[in-house]
């Protein structure tokens, strides 16, 4: 699904047609989602940076694991960063404690950098984590794991309908951008501008509705009751069991290094 | 305007959560059978919306539109935006998973609210009138959005004061981009397809 960020990642249809995540993709999909979910919690629990440090080291040791681009994966996780950044910068400026030192009368404590330095490297490790257990997955895997998971079939619906239906708004997205731009349109901070985009989304969202009524159409037509019916069977081997007890083991791990 | 893990205090992240988890099973009971495709098309389209970068001087500012998301969905939006918000971290990496319950709450609650407030008089009067009201629902809502981070982050320490302030005040021109972007999109709905928010409103 990166795609929609990355317009020369591969499109889903092609991503799906093998697995290549190593050890990761070979694990039952529910293990990955609810040890994705234990790990989250016991980092933000921790609060030294030791432990912290070593959170990072063992969500960097997944992503290895997992075979994933290292590169591009690293540089997604760092446009995160570009969001917090000020937050984190802003600090030690604003929280009080010993001054380390000083910016046009404003001091920067200490005490403030090291909050900052923690927060940054629990986002991190715990999105990197995410992005490799459960990012790795096809969206529709999420669904079905969820499903069994026990999530409300109304929201594992929804959940469905939005993965199958952004890619194609996307197309429907850039086709609409093509023939704005093929009347030279050229975005700039003006009214045309604004107003154009304003269109733009009112047409997306005329079709997305219409798009939907014929959707239900089809749907009622091939009898939908609102059932899941699922196409994979999970299981649980013997790699997951292991993978549960090495995680798991991390996870205590961290929180004893922490209490220490 | 996501918040990431680490950032918030215990009590905050668990309080967001169970608002969320409340918001999402409110919005769940409310969407029938039929609307659930509805519902799934527009999820997937404010989730290609926010991919949109509006220009804005020398910078530019992807969109949020969480109030037009409350405004075609009223509760509905609370699953449709969680579902947006929980792709955006698994496969993008924006925000974070512990604290998916309070961003929801925060982008949701706005959108619920402004459909309260506004939803039913988008639909009346001239298409103008519509997009006036769509437009300050727009502004609504993000500036709800932006005051909720602020208190979600006000509220864990005081420390985070000051980015609150910033975090509110930065956002004042997206509040402006969004409110314009809202009305015009309320404007062409209402000349295009009508019966969109007489539907919507009483939904």
């Not at chain 1, 000083?102 to 940054?120: D, N, R, T, Y």
């Not at chain 2, 103008?128 to 437009?135: E, F, T």
């Not at chain 2, 314009?180 to 999109?185: P, R, S």
């Amino acid at each position: 699904m990166a795609h929609a960020l990355e317009p020369k990642a591969t499109t889903l249809a092609e991503a799906s047609s093998d697995a290549p995540y190593g050890v990761i993709g070979d694990l039952d999909p529910r293990v990955r989602v609810v040890m994705a979910c234990v790990f989250a919690i016991s980092t933000v629990a921790l609060t030294t940076i030791p432990a912290l440090m070593a959170a990072l080291s063992a969500a960097i040791s997944l992503l290895v694991m997992s075979r994933l681009p290292i590169r591009r994966t690293l540089k997604r996780m760092a446009m995160m960063d570009s969001f917090i950044i000020f937050m984190l910068v802003l600090l030690p400026f604003t929280m009080p404690g010993d001054e380390m030192f000083s910016v046009f009368g404003f001091p920067a404590s200490w005490q403030g950098l090291w909050k900052a330095i923690e927060i940054g490297l629990t986002a991190n490790a715990v999105i990197l984590t995410v992005m490799v257990l459960v990012g790795t997955m096809e969206p529709v895997t999420l669904g079905h794991a969820l499903h069994k998971l026990r999530c409300p079939e109304v929201l594992v619906h929804l959940l469905m309908f939005t993965v199958r239906y952004i890619e194609v708004l996307r197309e429907e997205y850039l086709r609409l951008r093509g023939a704005m731009k093929i009347r030279g349109f050229r975005p700039g901070t003006n009214w045309h501008t604004y107003r154009s985009f304003g269109y733009l989304v009112g047409m997306m969202l005329v079709r997305a509705i219409e798009r939907s009524e014929r959707i239900l159409g089809a749907m009622k037509c091939r009898g939908f009751s609102g059932r899941l019916l699922l196409l994979q069977e999970f299981s649980m081997t013997r790699k997951d069991h292991l993978f549960v007890a090495l995680l798991s083991g991390v996870c205590l791990g961290l929180l004893f290094l922490d209490y220490v | 305007m996501h918040i990431v893990d680490g950032a918030l205090s215990n009590p905050v992240v668990i309080g967001g959560a169970l608002a969320a988890a409340g918001g999402i099973a409110v919005g769940l009971k409310s969407l029938e059978i039929d609307r659930i495709p509805t519902a799934g098309v527009l999820s997937a389209s404010f989730f290609v919306a926010s991919l949109i970068h509006v220009p804005i001087g020398p910078s530019s500012v992807h969109l949020i539109l969480n109030g037009l998301a409350g405004l075609l969905l009223g509760w509905a939006a609370f699953p449709a935006l969680f579902v947006g918000l929980l792709l955006q971290a698994v496969f993008f990496g924006f925000g974070g998973l512990t604290v998916l319950g309070v961003n929801t709450f925060n982008i949701a609650m706005p959108a619920v609210l402004a459909w309260m407030i506004f939803g039913r008089l988008i639909g009346r009067g001239s298409p103008v009138q519509g997009a006036i009201w769509g437009g300050l629902g727009g502004a609504f809502a993000i500036a709800a959005t932006t005051l909720f981070v602020a208190v979600s982050l006000a509220l864990t320490g005081d420390e985070f004061l000051p980015a609150a302030k910033l975090v509110f005040f930065a956002h004042i021109p997206v509040m402006a981009i969004e409110a314009v972007l809202t009305g015009f999109a309320v404007l062409l709905a209402r000349k295009v397809k009508p019966e969109l928010f007489l539907k919507g409103s009483s939904a």
